[in-house]
């Protein structure tokens, strides 16, 4: 089973695709030269009425070429005729930033804005849209060089990306397993860090570390590609680093920030018993290896079919909501899902929606365990986050991505709870180690990826870091994490290569969301079993909210506040909970 593109473009030579890259290419500057030309003051909703038009619908444009070239190349690095798009498709890019920048120039000289929104129903619709356009307006490239930056960016941190994304899914790693030797991709080998089997999980890792040295030069040059072009930009922006502009981009403050990191850091002696129990559970007395921190415990090891994966997503989350349980059956059986890894395709998951379809596309690399299946709920979680937004314009799609995680972490929750009500001894000890393993990783090792690219972006300033610094940084930020929790002899000193996260050419710092979401998540969770069914149209109305307000305001509307270090505590116990149960089952 792999997902069906057809409902983006047919294939490569559909004229459509075509036809749009030229709307893009000719309309968006038209666009904003009218919006440069234009007068402000008392005719200034018309102006703003037709800018918004036009973004709505180039950016339906733009997400469907977007999926097109990404999706195709998520699956197949090599795919040559994406390839050679790419470059146009970052041209046509350009002419969108350009417009969206005009939009931002117009309304930074608007005087009241909120009384120009008043003036109309389009301009209401778009309010929390164009109030944050107007405050961009202060870090908007001097026009006078924008065009020539944009371009550089083109061939600069855009290529390096690509480049990342081009080594990554064509590393082909030698293993053997089962008798046989064959040539695996990296995203097969990591996934054997879940293998039952402890000589595979830690012949998995050894091989994996052995490949890296010989594309690591090439991953620290995109690397110091891409952050060193940040800090030229975020200069020429205003912004004083590249967290605070991680911060706008998330619609979150640092009072948030610092409160949830402050909790976050409280937690992790809960965090290092755990990992100190199953080091022990598994022979090792000096902590855990790091080959070992996915390894499968208990002896619930039973494997899931996709289709026996489906059949239990849509019982387990139709017992939530019944058209959430119709929502995962139509995903699966459109074909939104590419789900089994294979050579050239990516590593991880991820959930791109297409709001002018109404659909969401979502990758995988399902090897049928229950974290696996935990990973679909989690991905399709988002795609049911954009199918509540149904109805509203594509730029009222554009929620902070803190709150991007609420719905995911919803369904994982939803599905981990449903799983241990009736577990006990053996199956509750794997049951809870599948659950407090992917909460270590997004507090303990979010955590350590916030702490490195924190000290990249120090070290960056001052000169290009070679591979040895890179893994240096990255061995302490695990240290600093992880403590005592995992043996200090065998860390994962290339884990700045394998997550693309730290190469996106337009966002930073992408990983405190994540914890962010899972620990709101888990607050609206808590939401639920208080309220029982009377919360299911709260659930969605809460969803449907997420691009009206920042971080703090969606939460205030469901009478959390974000500064109160209590709420995040009280998510963490949750989990210290399920840590307490973990430690005194495997104790026995």
């Known amino acids: 089973m792999n997902w069906d593109l057809t409902r983006l473009y047919r294939d490569f030579d559909d004229p459509r695709l075509t036809r749009d890259f030229k709307a893009i290419e000719t309309r968006a500057p038209q666009e904003a030269q009218a919006l440069d030309l234009a007068q402000r003051g008392a005719d200034a909703a018309p102006v703003i009425e037709r800018a918004l038009q036009a973004l709505n619908e180039l950016t339906d444009i733009s997400i469907r070429l977007d999926g ?5 190349r998520s699956v197949d690095a090599t795919n040559a005729r994406a390839g050679a798009l790419m470059d146009r498709f970052f041209a046509a890019m350009n002419q969108m930033s350009r417009l969206t920048s005009a939009l931002s120039r117009y309304l930074g000289g608007v005087e009241d804005l909120e009384a120009v929104i008043a003036q109309s129903e389009t301009l209401k619709a778009h309010a929390h849209y164009l109030r944050r356009a107007q405050a961009e307006a202060r870090h908007l490239i001097p026009q006078a060089l924008e065009e020539t930056v944009l371009n550089m960016q083109a061939t600069g941190s855009r290529a390096w990306e690509q480049l990342r994304n081009t080594l990554d899914g064509t590393l082909t790693i030698e293993f053997e397993q089962d008798g046989e030797r064959r040539g695996l991709s990296l995203a097969q080998v990591r996934a054997l860090a879940y293998d039952p089997d402890a000589d595979v999980r830690r012949r998995a890792y050894e091989a994996e570390l052995a490949a890296y040295p010989a594309i690591e030069h090439s991953m620290a040059a995109c690397l110091n590609g891409i952050k060193g072009e940040s800090l030229t930009v975020l200069a020429l922006r205003g912004y004083e680093s590249a967290l605070d502009q991680s911060l706008t981009a998330c619609q979150m403050d640092r009072e948030t920030l610092e409160t949830m990191l402050t909790a976050m850091k409280e937690s992790l002696p809960a965090f290092r ?19 070992d921190l996915f390894a499968p415990m208990g002896a619930d090891t039973r494997r899931f079919t996709l289709d026996e994966a489906r059949a239990y997503l849509i019982q387990v989350l139709g017992a939530f909501s019944k058209k959430m349980a119709d929502f995962v059956d139509r995903a699966f059986e459109e074909r939104w899902i590419d789900p089994l890894p294979r050579p050239g395709k990516t590593g991880g998951a991820f959930c791109m929606g297409i709001p002018g379809l109404e659909i969401s596309y979502i990758l995988s690399n399902f090897d049928g365990s229950l974290s696996a299946v935990s990973t679909l709920a989690h991905e399709l979680g988002h795609a049911y986050h954009n199918e509540c937004m149904k109805g509203l314009s594509v730029l009222g799609h554009d929620y902070p991505m803190p709150l991007a995680e609420t719905a995911s972490i919803f369904n994982e929750t939803l599905l ?10 053996e199956q509750a000890i794997q049951l809870l180690d599948s659950e407090i393993t992917e909460a270590a990783q997004v507090i303990v090792d979010i955590l350590s990826r916030y702490l490195f690219e924190t000290e990249v972006f120090r070290r960056r300033r001052d000169h290009a870091l070679p591979p040895e610094e890179l893994k240096e940084i990255m061995l302490e930020a695990q240290r600093q994490s992880y403590g005592d929790g995992l043996d200090g002899r065998c860390l994962h000193p290339y884990m700045w290569a394998c997550k693309s996260h730290y190469y996106s050419a337009d966002l930073h710092f992408y990983n405190f969301p994540y914890a962010f979401g899972l620990l709101f998540g888990k607050g609206v969770y808590a939401r639920y079993r208080q309220r029982g069914e009377a919360f299911l149209s709260e659930y969605d109305a809460l969803l449907r909210a997420t691009s009206s307000g920042s971080a703090r305001e969606v939460a205030a509307r469901v009478g959390i506040d974000l500064t109160d270090i209590e709420f995040w505590r009280a998510s963490l116990r949750e989990i210290e909970e399920a840590i307490d149960r973990f430690v005194g089952l495997v104790g026995k």
């Open 416 to 425: 981990s709870q449903t799983a241990l009500k009736d577990a006990d001894g």
């Open 273 to 291: 018993r755990y990992f100190k129990a199953k080091a022990r559970a598994l022979g090792h007395e000096n902590g855990l290896p790091f080959y």
């Open 68 to 72: 097109m070239l990404m999706l195709t």
